[in-house]
Structures are given as C-alpha cells and as structure tokens.
C-alpha cells in the first residue's frame, strides 16, 4: 500500500525483496504520489470520446462506400493503421515524454487520444493539452464533413465495387 513508498530500499531488501527491486518499488511509490489522478481521469474520458468519435466517423466514411463485409474490411484497413502506429509512438513518448515526437504525435488528432495519455503522468503544460484536445475537436468536425460528403455520393453507389481514390474524389465531389 501507500506505506511502502515511505519505506527505504534497505528495509525493503530485508524483508526478502532484491536491492534491485526494493529501489524500483521504492522510486516507482514515490513517484506515484506526483500523478494528478483527477486530471488524468477527466483527460481520460475527454480523450476516448474524442477518439471514439473521431475514429467513428473515419470508420462511418469507410463503410459508406462499401455494399457487402469484404468491401468494409478492405476501406477499414487504411483507417487502423494510424491506431497501430499510435502504439509504437506511445512507446517513443513514454521513453521521452517531452521530446520532438512525443510532442506532434500528441498533437495530430490520429495519435493524441493515445499518445497524450501516456505523456500526461509526466507533467504537460497547459497549453499543450489544450491545444491538443481543440486539435481533436477540429479533427473529430473534419471527419464528420468527410464522412457526410463520401456518403451523400456512396449510399447512391449500390452495387459497384469502390476504391480509395474514388472515395477520395467524393469528398470534393459537386453536384
């Protein structure tokens, strides 16, 4: 519990713990007492919803110009590769939390649902997670417009088999 943050690496040896780990366990107490929980649980909820509805319109624009499941899964494809990549820069980010790409990969509305939250225990400035979460809204409103203006054109699309570049051209489409 809480006291053995308060407990030295050489207590903790004796009671059969390695020297080792007794100073990881006590560094990692330590260090735990200066996470702001009640930020990081309201960044926690701001961020998957805006993750989820941006990520739900990415998916709701894919699936409009798709007539069967094999057509879906194939237009998804291009929409999870950013999530994967998320992951790797997370790993980056935790190692560097206030490094280069830490920064933009918590900065660009594909990766700051993942990355920021992985940065934030390490302390962000306030003008960072602002910008990061008015980046998100704008992102979350941009893949709302592309969703509607590729499904004003694909749900008329019955029956033909449709590729990325068409979908692309959808989304300037007049007329």
């Given at each position: 519990?809480?006291?053995?943050?308060?407990?030295?690496?050489?207590?903790?040896?004796?009671?059969?713990?390695?020297a080792?780990?007794?100073?990881?366990?006590?560094?990692?107490?330590?260090?735990?007492?200066?996470?702001?929980?009640?930020?990081?649980?309201?960044?926690?909820?701001?961020?998957?919803?805006?993750?989820?509805?941006?990520y739900?319109?990415l998916?709701?624009a894919?699936?409009?110009?798709?007539?069967?499941?094999?057509?879906?899964?194939?237009?998804?494809?291009?929409?999870?590769?950013?999530?994967?990549?998320?992951?790797?820069?997370?790993?980056?980010?935790?190692?560097?939390?206030?490094?280069?790409?830490?920064?933009?990969?918590?900065?660009?509305?594909?990766?700051?649902?993942?990355?920021?939250?992985?940065?934030?225990?390490?302390?962000?400035p306030?003008?960072?997670?602002?910008?990061?979460?008015?980046?998100?809204?704008?992102?979350?409103?941009?893949?709302?417009?592309?969703?509607?203006?590729i499904?004003r054109?694909?749900?008329?699309?019955?029956?033909?088999?449709?590729?990325?570049?068409?979908?692309?051209?959808?989304?300037?489409?007049?007329?």
């Open positions: 519990g809480p006291q053995i943050g308060h407990l030295s690496p050489d207590t903790l040896a004796q009671g059969g713990i390695k080792r780990d007794a100073e990881a366990i006590t560094l990692f107490m330590k260090n735990l007492d200066t996470i702001n929980f009640t930020e990081l649980f309201f960044c926690f909820v701001f961020y998957f919803l805006g993750g989820y509805l941006f739900a319109a998916y709701a894919a699936a409009s110009g798709a007539n069967d499941a094999g057509d879906v899964q194939s237009l998804s494809f291009p929409v999870t590769i950013p999530v994967i990549l998320s992951f790797f820069l997370l790993q980056i980010s935790v190692n560097d939390p206030h490094g280069p790409i830490a920064f933009w990969a918590s900065m660009i509305p594909f990766s700051s649902p993942i990355v920021m939250l992985g940065r934030i225990p390490f302390g962000v306030w003008w960072q997670l602002a910008l990061s979460m008015s980046l998100l809204v704008a992102g979350f409103l941009s893949a709302v417009w592309v969703a509607s203006r499904y054109i694909g749900i008329l699309m019955y029956g033909k088999k449709i590729t990325l570049p068409q979908l692309a051209k959808w989304m300037f489409y007049k007329g």
